[in-house]
């Protein structure tokens, strides 16, 4: 009996026009890293050179109902997808670039939803771009920067040569309010390591489980951008402007029990599903001796047993929310209400 | 089980047919092997690979590739009808009289047999074409429904509205029901005199092959444990009336179907390989037998009824003798 074969990784590059993804892409399709790309754009623009695999994709978003869980998902790259995975020898990644206006949602939700999608391949991560100077402007105007930001495992804060120190700090605080989790990068270009965004597994529940790398960012650790007057949690605002209206809420409790936290969580999501990005979580379950991590989109949810606690780690459980019109006080006093 | 002939593709069989006395099976990688009996060749239709097969009416094939290429191939040549650009060909149909349609994005294109070509714009992506059997009518099948656009003439098509995504679609030989095999595991059609639609449920996944009978009473369609075949007699078509389940075998699932070309039988391809032919008259089975190593994706008989082409996800294909 064979192994299945690996599931191919997928980067996601969304962020507006302009913002610096074409620079990006570009660079990752000709810099010498030993990885053949297929590419999926919108349009193709400027990209590549002859020999790349690049993919135009019309954008199709439909509604897909898969048992209780009803999401839109890009109907397109189902096909698109279904098609190169015929003969996945021919790369080992996949980038899939969305269009400036795009709400990331139905993009990762494909990802979940969609059975053959699920089987071939895995999403690494969801990389945006936004341009130091016109972020203001795209988060004040009500288009989708913020939603980008928010489904954001990595920022590129491009342009940075175009701005002042001062109006540098005022975008990246404005990041850290819709999304302290984000690994953020400040460049010009898009002159970024290129091993900081590909194959980084942002979605793997496996790596969720460090909890130092992702859930400390909360307290400024060297992950962090900001400097020491970051307070964006929690609801509360130290930004200047509360330029988009998207709140991250961020949630610590002792042992949980899970005959109380499921059935919240589900009903949460049902409910409240819509106005959730995304979530994260670990939690020391009661009466069991590993890790239990938590991720979800909107009303999906998935979630896994991981490694065993450490013998001398606390075992404190952490949830976190990224989303619009979110009760953060009573998200919290629910959550303190599954303590064991 | 007589063997004829044995090949490997190299990559995935994505159909598998006859042209003149000789079996061809079209690889995913752009090649098409033809096997007969002076021997075997390749033929290179794409650079890069074929996303869309259909039989020409009068021998042949016409394909479309991720060079946005358009093909038509016959026993002695290739040639490229028309190239379609940066985006990819994502379905293509030909009609009796050999006008062909085919679509990219959100764009129909149709060449009608004096060569000209007309452009129809749609409103979402177009994911499957179909030609009525008099070549008069072109459905479309796009996300949220098909339009029916008539041949030669200006003015809005006819549409039929269903949210779903359609994978390949096909008239009945009357040209009364519309059948549409969809991304989720069922089927849709439409009864187009009333007009009427109805679902059959049920598949374990989406079918992805099917195939009529000459006399165009039988659906088979493929899916399920054993080749579910609709009946197409009644006034009303399949509605409201339960499949013909034949060589039902729950531990591999029939992965590819093709009715025979002169008598009631239907050849089923099985996830493992395997070949059986099912009577459609009676409880008469003839097991062919193990052909390919593992899942067939195509099956096609030779016009004369005596031999069966299969070929198979791996690209493990071949042709046999079926008496």
Redesign the interface.
Known sequence: MTAAPEKIPVTVLTGYLGAGKTTLLNRILTEGHGKRYAVIVNE?GEIGIDNDLI????E?I??MNNGCICCTVR??L???LQ?LL??PGRFDAIMLETTGLADPAPVVQTFFMDEGVRERTTLDSVVTVVDALHLPLRLADGSEAGSQLAFADVVLVNKTDLVSPQQLADVEHSIAHINPYAAVYRTRQSDIDLSRILAIGAFDLERLDDADRFFARDHGDAGHVHDEHCAHRHGHDAAPQHLADIVSVSLQAGEIDGNLFFPWIHKLVDEQGERILRMKGILALQGEPRKYVIQGVHMIVESEHQRPWGENQARTSRLVFIGRGLDAAALGRAFEHCQA | MQTLSRLDLGSACLAAGYIADMAYFVAADGVMHVSGPDGRQARRLHEGDILAVERLPAGGLLSAGEDGRIVATTAQHTSCLAQAGNKWVSALAVAADGAIAYGVGRMVWLQEVDGSWSRHPQARSVEALAFDPAGRTLAIGLYDGVALHARGQDGPPRLLPWKGVPTRMSFSADGRFLMLAMRGPELHGWHLDAPRHFRMLGYPGPVTDWSWTPDGRWLATNAAAGAALWSFDADAGPIGQPPLELGARPQHGVTAVACHPRQPWVAIGYADGAIVLESLEGDRRKIIGQAGRDRLAALAWHPDGAQLAYGSQSGDCGAILVN
Do not use: L, Q
């Open positions: 193709f993919v135009e994709s019309e199709e439909y509604e109907g397109d189902i096909g698109v098609k015929r003969r």
